[in-house]
């Protein structure tokens, strides 16, 4: 497992397959050509955006089966359906907000990036490096929380009903908070 180092030097770039491991679950090895494609593609779709001061990536189309490969090649993320009302098409997400994966996978394909994105990647790689990755087991939280629902998301298994709960009434506080300032 390559540990992330806040930086990413092209000369460090061997050997040409990395591991990439998201949920455990999902290992996945992405060799160069994975790599590449999945460079390929964010480099035309891909965002980067800061939340709060953690970026996130996401890729948006209307070709599922571009987004499913995403998620099987990389063995990480999420994807998610956004509906939208007719005559817009079906538009399909696939997004990683772990810390770790978001390291992980900014770090493979920076070097195939365009100066653009390759300085987005810069800015991103610095706020990910001022707090370190945490190692070794880490102590989720039981279902009924909301950091649980979004684990059973990452997963992909069906978030329970406890989880479903609290994750609404997450959401309600949010908007109340919004609907007071
Ligand atoms: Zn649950």
């Known amino acids: 497992m390559r540990e992330y180092?806040?930086?990413y030097n092209k000369e460090e770039v061997e050997p040409p397959i990395y591991e990439v491991v998201g949920a455990e679950k999902r290992?996945?090895?992405?060799?160069?050509?994975?790599i590449a494609w999945v460079a390929g593609i964010f480099e035309g779709e891909g965002t980067i955006s800061f939340s709060g001061s953690y970026p996130q990536i996401a890729v948006s189309m209307t070709d599922f089966d571009v987004i499913s490969k995403l998620g099987e090649v990389t063995g990480l993320g999420t994807i998610t359906k956004r509906r939208l009302q007719e005559p817009y098409k079906q538009q399909w997400t696939w997004g990683v907000w772990n810390r770790r994966d978001v390291a992980r996978l900014l770090c493979a394909i920076s070097p195939l990036m365009g100066q653009r994105r390759r300085e987005r990647i810069a800015g991103a790689a610095e706020l990910l490096s001022r707090r370190p990755l945490k190692t070794g087991p880490q102590v989720t939280k039981p279902c009924?929380?909301?950091?649980?629902?979004?684990r059973h998301r990452y997963h992909g298994e069906k978030v329970c009903g406890p989880c479903l709960k609290a994750e609404a009434a997450y959401l309600r506080r949010q908007k109340n908070k919004g609907n007071n300032g």
């Open 144 to 150: 009924g929380t909301k950091a649980a629902a979004s």
């Open 5 to 7: 180092e806040g930086s």
């Open 27 to 34: 290992p996945k090895i992405m060799d160069s050509v994975d």
